[in-house]
């Protein structure tokens, strides 16, 4: 065992990039929740962002396309959660199902051509001086765009719902969606924008896994990282920079538990592995304590009925 | 005659098997009070909805100062100075005041400026209020003014209120009063919806009654009586219930202090509770709601558990009983919330006969369903107590307010029980119904059972009830004859105004 090849430079950023899927999936949803939606379809959205983020930048050559191409995926997936939940007033937990079940199949259907394909390299930020500091340099000024976009994502959704009349009616849509109705809100309206946001988000998440983390294309590659995302908005308090506290955590754990493992620390496998999911939870637990809840109509269906 | 602000010619709104409004026409003049009034259903919402711009009328014209007025969504109505305050508080519970109020208006200012204007307009009106306090930990006088102050705040010209007074202790009735003569002497007509007669007679210069959706007459409220009122309301004769003198028995619900915290979020915890009730003895439970009435109902039910001593009945400590336990015993509780808690909305009525009618009307045996004898009591109930439904079979949901409330009410009446606990039993039901339930729970005292009725129906409890006490944030007055009670003592009783004080511009 030799903890002493551990560094901790490239730990912290490569805890960053195994963070980003996570976080910005979570971010998606939590707007969504914010809405008074239970979208649990999120692994659904990022598997095949996943798949539509490798194919297009595969065909293309150019990762800014492929992640546009993904995020679309993911909102066009989210629209037929609209359809089940917002049109035909279907119950928002069995549709979410459907949803992640439908798009772990579909994917696996659209990437039958592209297992074991290698997909073109992601450019990484490199601005000379300060991309070269010892430190400072590989944890902030070395990564791929889309990783500054998520953080930027995070204080984005955070000021919007805190300081804006936009977030304001998200937020009172998703706390009372009848008085927001007699107020003459469009529910219907905010809550498939919030939905289509949301997938986009959980799309981009997946399409980090497989084209910068991984970076390659197999079945179910998101491994249950939607279902953290969910998990996470929860024990994150519905607050944003929470979710971010909670996503590096989980990144960094995980990321520290396979040094350990390469390290050969003697603690069983099993148990390094599962350390990630035990102690992000149990940390958030203990920060939900507090007094905030749910979005008062989270779940609930809407029907102007007069 | 000047023009009206706003003249309503012939609205019609059907909805599929209702007629909600038929050609209905009146005028509001320039700061006129107008009540509105009309038993439940006799389509009043539907009319300030359409005014309002939630509904569109299938025919009929709307003229606002001369003109066309046809707004297609509430902030149309809004733009032309037409405000509500909704009878359902249209709050969010998680948001602060000024979230609230901010939500209301089209073109809210930044929320530093809009806070200090909230100030000022609540100073003006007398109405205080912190524009950063929660509006979910604020009492319901306060909900009030946090909506009569989004209304204000756009300088209405119109200003809608349905039922505002419903949650309001009588001193602030009386501030309330206040606020909106002020506000009609400085021009503002003020639209007002209510089924309390002797408050429009005090307050509205003019009367339009509905009636299943006609207008069925006008009236100066000053110069009509009370009585008169209420019957073109209901359009027939009107029955007061009559009490007959009556000897009281021994104790049978006896709770010594008790003390419980909430279990919900935003509730009140009571705090060191004493009552009796003897056999035959009906005691009102007055106070705002908010101020214990559910916990109170909880305790007595068997949702909450106490002490076992805490709660007796007839000298048997059931303080750790649950419901059913003392429903054999002989203690039934009709709780206020119809749809959800009183009864399952999308079940039978025979289903909701047989939930709490299974132990006494020996409704199973051995945990199999007896669905005819079940069946029979839906029916005996439906029967006696004039519920209009087609049959038993219907959910309890299709059932109008009215009408379910006398099934949830009857169905406990008719188990004969020694007890009886009944919270808000008349509820926005109608005047012909209210009477109705109401003597039935004066025959059942009469027959020597005890009554607890939690209301905040003043009048309701000084016609009923032999004693009266008064909820005040979880703490239970001591009861006192009724017939020596004036309104001023009952509203002292009840915790007076709430920190409200008089407009003083």
Redesign the interface.
Known sequence: MDLSEINPVLLIASLMVAATPLLLAAIGELVVEKAGVLNLGVEGMMIIGAICGFAITVETGSTFVGFLAAALGGAVLSLLFVLLTQVALANQVASGLALTLFGLGLSALMGQSYVGVKPPDTPELNIPGLSDLPVVGPILFSHDLVLYFGIALIAAVWAVLKFT?VG??L??VG??H???H????KVIRIRVLAIMFGGACAGLGGAYISLVRVPQWTEGMTAGIGWIALALVVFASWKPWRVLLGAYLFGGITVLQLNLQAAGVAIPVEYLAMSPYIITILVLVILSADKS?A??SLGRIFHAS? | MTTPLLSLQGLTKAYPGVVANDTVSFDIGAGEVHALLGENGAGKS?LV?MIY???KPDSGTMLLRGQPYAPP???AA?ADGIAMV?QH???????DVA?NV???MEN?PAMGDLASRIRDVSETYGLPLDPYRRVGDLSAGERQRVEIIRCLLQDPKLLIMDEPTSVLTPQEVDILFQTLQKLSSEGTSILYISHKLEEIRTLCDHATILRLGKNVGECIPAETSAREMAELMVGETLQTPERAGRDFGAVALDISGLSVPSPS?FGTALKNLHLTVRKGEVLGIGGVAGNGQDELLGVLSGEISTDAEAVKLAGEPIGREGPTARRRMGLLTAPEERLGHAAAPDMSLTENALLTGSVREKLEKRGFLKWAETQGFAEKIIKAFDVRTPGPDNAARSLSGGNLQKFVIGREVLQNPDVLVVNQPTWGVDAAAAAAIRQAILDLAAGGAAVVCISQDLDELMEISDSFAALNEGRLSAPRPTTELSVDEIGLMMGGAHGIEVAHV
């Open positions: 009349r304001l009616i937020r009172a706390e009372n009848d008085a927001a007699a107020l003459g809100y809840s979005p008062a007069h | 539907t909805k711009g939630l509904v969504e509430p902030r809004r909704f508080f249209s709050l969010f519970d998680a948001l979230e901010a939500l209301g809210p979020e």
